[in-house]
C-alpha cells in the first residue's frame, strides 16, 4: 500500500514513573513542581492508568477494516511520536500519509510535530485533514452518548436534567494568540445543543480540567456551571464531555471522581456523566468519512 493514516492523540504514559517527563513536555520543557507530580501520580493510581492508548489503538484498527489501508497511531506528548511511526511507514513502501488527528479542533497542534517528523523523509507526502467537529456522523455519535446517559437517569429527569457540554479548557493567551480552539469548540457544541434543544433540554457549555497555572483559563468552569443550575432551580446535572473522544483521567478522574463532589456541593443532588465515544460505529463512521474526503480531494 502506497497510502496510510496516521491518526494522532494527545498521549500518555504507561507507567507512572514516567509522569514526570510527561509532564515536562506538556509544560514545554518547564520543570514540573513536585506537589503536581504527585497529584497526577495520584489520578492515575486512583483509575488505574488510563486507558487512552488502547482506546486509540481501538479506533485506529476499527477505522483501518472500513479503509483497507494500513492505520498508525501517534501520540502529540508521548511515546510513540511521529517520528518513531513514520520510519517503519516508509520502509513499507508508504508514500502519501493522511494525518487524522483524534481532536476535531485545533488540529494544527498535532498536525505540525507529524510534518516535522516527514521533513526527515522527502518522499512522504503529507495531507492534513482540516478541522472536522462538525463530521454529522460525529455529532450522531455525541447524541448517542448522551441518549445513553439519559436513558440512565430518573425517570422523570429523562425530559428535564441539564446537559453540561464540556471539553479541556486552554489558558485564555493561546486564544489570543489566534487558536481557534473556542469558537471551533463552541460550534461544535451547538449543533450539539441543538439537537437536544429541539427536544426541550436546556444546555451549557463548560471547560473543565483546567490546568495548575495562575493564569486566565477559559471559562465557565464545572463549579461555576453546576452553581449557576442549581440556583435556578435544577436538582440534578448530566455531563456530556463531548471535548474528548476517548477515557482519559479527564474523564475518569475529573468527571466520576471530583465532578460528582463538586455537584453536591452546589446542591445538585444527582449526577450524570454521558460516556467518550471512544470507538462506537457512528463515531467510526466520521472518522472514515474525514479520511476518504481528504484522499478525494
Not at 460550534?187 to 426541550?200: C, K
Not at 444527582?270 to 478525494?296: G, M, Q, S, T, W
Request: charged share 20%; with cysteine; proline share 7%.
Amino acid at each position: 500500500m502506497s497510502t496510510a493514516v496516521l491518526v494522532s492523540c494527545h498521549g500518555t504514559v504507561s507507567r507512572t514513573a514516567d509522569i514526570p517527563a510527561f509532564l515536562n513536555n506538556i509544560r514545554r520543557g518547564r520543570p514540573s513542581p513536585p506537589e503536581l507530580v504527585a497529584e497526577v501520580t495520584h489520578r492515575f493510581e486512583v483509575i488505574g492508568g488510563s486507558p487512552l492508548m488502547a482506546i486509540t489503538e481501538a479506533q485506529a484498527r476499527a477505522l483501518e477494516a472500513r479503509l483497507g489501508i494500513p492505520v498508525v497511531v501517534s501520540g502529540r506528548l508521548w511515546h510513540p511520536y511521529p517520528s518513531e511511526v513514520l520510519p517503519g511507514l516508509v520502509a513499507k513502501g508508504v508514500r502519501t500519509v493522511v494525518s487524522l488527528p483524534l481532536a476535531p479542533q485545533s488540529v494544527d497542534a498535532y498536525h505540525g510535530p507529524v510534518r516535522e517528523a516527514a521533513a526527515s523523509h522527502p518522499e512522504l507526502s503529507i495531507r492534513a485533514v482540516p478541522a472536522w467537529g462538525m463530521e454529522p456522523s460525529l455529532i450522531d455519535a455525541f447524541v448517542e452518548t448522551i441518549d445513553e446517559a439519559l436513558a440512565a437517569a430518573a425517570a422523570e429527569e429523562q425530559t428535564a436534567v441539564p446537559i453540561v457540554l464540556s471539553a479541556h479548557s486552554l489558558p485564555r493567551r493561546v486564544i489570543a494568540m489566534g487558536d481557534k480552539y473556542e469558537v471551533q469548540f463552541r460550534e461544535m457544541a451547538g449543533a450539539v445543543a441543538a439537537r437536544f434543544e429541539a427536544r426541550g433540554f436546556s444546555t451549557r457549555i463548560a471547560f473543565q480540567s483546567q490546568g495548575a497555572s495562575a493564569e486566565p483559563w477559559l471559562g465557565p468552569d464545572l463549579a461555576e456551571t453546576f452553581a449557576e443550575l442549581a440556583q435556578k432551580g435544577a436538582g440534578s446535572v448530566l455531563v456530556a464531555p463531548i471535548g474528548f473522544l476517548a477515557e482519559h483521567v479527564e474523564t475518569l478522574y475529573d468527571l466520576d471522581i471530583e465532578a460528582p463532589k463538586i455537584a453536591a456541593k452546589a446542591g445538585l443532588g444527582r449526577f450524570y456523566r454521558a460516556k467518550a465515544v471512544c470507538d462506537r460505529p457512528r463515531f467510526i463512521d466520521a472518522l472514515e468519512a474525514v479520511v476518504r474526503r481528504e484522499l478525494d480531494r
